[in-house]
């Protein structure tokens, strides 16, 4: 079955230092992997997603994430942080091959605080 | 391009009450797709509409949970009656269908419903 796992509900950091946001995944089979993000009364969006291609995803905003699968892991980084990176994020794994569904397993979300 | 509208935006109603919560998705989405989040806790599938046909209903709690969309344009989830563990976020969103599938799914702002 596919499951991911935040590792941190909370994470804090100050402006302009780096962001690491903690994924693992539990899959029988490659998965496709996302990462979404909420900000205050806003929908869910897009940051990135991991398909079968290049491990190192580039995002928007200046995310990336690495698919590691010695490691089964999927974090999500960032060099600089910014105050507008306040959100909170969520892994997801998508429960078909391929990503030929769209019904999305997710994680519990990561809430990020960015102190000025 | 105006993207997936949720209304109502948040709703207060008894136990044993009934609430219609409605989304119109993205103008020419077929896919259309129900997730809740309950306080604490992952967001979860519920349902899954192409146009008007559901796809896969294998996450609706119970059948006090109706969704419907008639003429496969925008849709409604009915609870009725609302019990307390009701009490959630709702989110709604669709996605277009195309070769290859990137997976991603446009998600609206979520109804935020509070059974008391």
């Known amino acids: 079955a596919q499951s991911v796992t935040q590792l941190d509900s909370h994470v804090s950091v100050s402006e302009g230092t780096p962001v690491l946001l903690r994924c693992n995944y539990s899959s029988s089979y490659s998965p496709s992997l996302f990462w979404y993000v909420q900000h205050p009364n806003k929908g869910l969006q897009l940051l990135l997603k991991y398909t079968s291609a290049a491990t190192l995803v580039k995002g928007i905003n200046g995310f990336e994430a690495e698919f590691k699968k010695s490691e089964t892991s999927f974090h999500l980084t960032k060099p600089s942080a910014h105050m507008s990176d306040a959100a909170e994020y969520f892994c997801?794994?998508?429960?078909?091959?391929?990503?030929?569904?769209?019904?999305?397993?997710f994680g519990t979300g990561t809430l990020l605080a960015v102190q000025p | 391009e105006a993207g997936v509208t949720q209304f109502p935006s948040h709703s207060v109603i008894e136990k044993g009450q009934t609430v219609t919560l409605r989304c119109d998705p993205i103008?020419?989405?077929?896919?259309l797709y129900w997730y809740r989040r309950v306080m604490g806790k992952e967001i979860k599938f519920l349902l899954h509409f192409v146009k008007e046909s559901k796809q896969d209903e294998s996450g609706m709690p119970n059948n006090r949970f109706l969704a419907e969309r008639t003429g496969g344009t925008y849709s409604t989830l009915k609870v009725q009656p609302a019990e307390l563990e009701d009490s959630g976020v709702y989110f709604c969103?669709?996605?277009?269908?195309?070769?290859?599938?990137?997976?991603?799914?446009?998600f609206g702002e979520g109804s935020r419903l509070t059974v008391l």
């Open positions: 969103a669709s996605s277009p269908t195309r070769t290859p599938n990137t997976g991603e799914l446009f």
């Open positions: 103008s020419g989405h077929d896919n």
């Open positions: 997801v794994v998508s429960l078909l091959p391929g990503g030929a569904t769209n019904k999305l397993i």
